[in-house]
């Protein structure tokens, strides 16, 4: 309980709540992942909201000391994954133990 507690403390750092709309406008509005499918990035009342299709979340953003800016899962009892952005916005990377999921953006469906 003590473990996973201070995991989301340390998630929960540095974290912007809403996601900072400068940051939120670098994302493509469609991802697709080959492992995970597909991944819509929605705009709501000022919070950026990421849309699996079988779930909807609300993300924060987090920029770390070395520049790079990630999203972050974000609720009453959730803090992450962390979704890191390429620096144009086109490709996120989360990371779940030691998989690694990327999703690269396409066109909106039709």
Known sequence: MQAARAEREALAKGLTLPADPLLAARLASHYRSPDLGPLAVRQQGGQTLFDFGWTVTLVGSRVAADGSVSF???GAMLVGPEF????????LEVREHQQVYRYGAVQAPK
């Open 72 to 74: 972050v899962f974000t």
């Open 84 to 91: 890191g952005m390429a620096a144009d916005g086109r490709t």
